[in-house]
């Protein structure tokens, strides 16, 4: 919690820095109906905390937070994703952006891995009041585990799409996500599931 704290103070200064057309947010999001299957389990209290924020009229900087429990095991892990992202288009009704990013995975703090994903972020402006969010991050290096028990990170692939609906400034928002984490002559870990939050855009 103190580290999403700190993230929210951190989004509120550079927000002051955006001049795109497109809006600066931050939601905070609750998981529904989340499993993982590596180890093949529901997870509990999931919670998901971002930020997007415009620098300038084409570039962009982003962060994604995730932190839940496995429910079997009793153990919290964590994902992390900081991004800088470049608009391929950025209309009045549509925004692309290009991202680079880090990647960062813990299970209890201790180990996990880490990559750098190339992505697309894409908002598509329904209305005055709705619009829709897709986000695909690809990593395609890294490591897995730490020490002895290192092994390198094929792959790793995050999605997610999203309805966000707003009243004023503050919305609601209703989403699904999937990630996906390929360590190399090892079996896929994956977590998904949908998500209910609030978002509230500058």
């Keep these: 919690m103190k580290k999403i704290i700190v993230l929210a103070l951190a989004a509120m200064l550079v927000f002051g820095l955006g001049t795109s057309v497109f809006a600066g947010a931050v939601y905070l999001d609750y998981g529904i109906s989340n499993k993982d299957n590596q180890p093949k389990q529901d997870i509990t209290s999931p919670i998901f905390f971002g930020v997007d924020a415009p620098v300038g009229s084409n570039w962009k900087v982003g962060v994604d937070y995730e932190n839940a429990k496995y429910k079997k095991d009793n153990l919290d892990f964590n994902t992390e994703l900081y991004k800088v992202g470049y608009a391929l288009v950025n209309s009045d009704s549509t925004k692309v952006d290009l991202t680079l990013g880090w990647l960062k995975d813990n299970i209890e703090y201790s180990h996990g891995f880490y990559s750098y994903p190339i992505g697309l972020d894409c908002i598509f402006n329904l209305s005055e009041k709705a619009d829709i969010k897709f986000n695909v991050d690809y990593g395609f290096s890294g490591k897995f585990g730490s020490g002895t028990g290192s092994a390198d990170l094929a792959s790793a692939l995050l999605a997610k799409i999203k309805f966000d609906y707003y009243f004023s400034n ?30 509230y855009k500058f």
């Design 170 to 199: 503050v919305g609601l928002g209703l989403g699904y996500y999937s990630n996906a984490f390929k360590p190399k002559d090892l079996t896929t870990a994956t977590d998904d599931g949908f998500t209910l939050g609030v978002v």
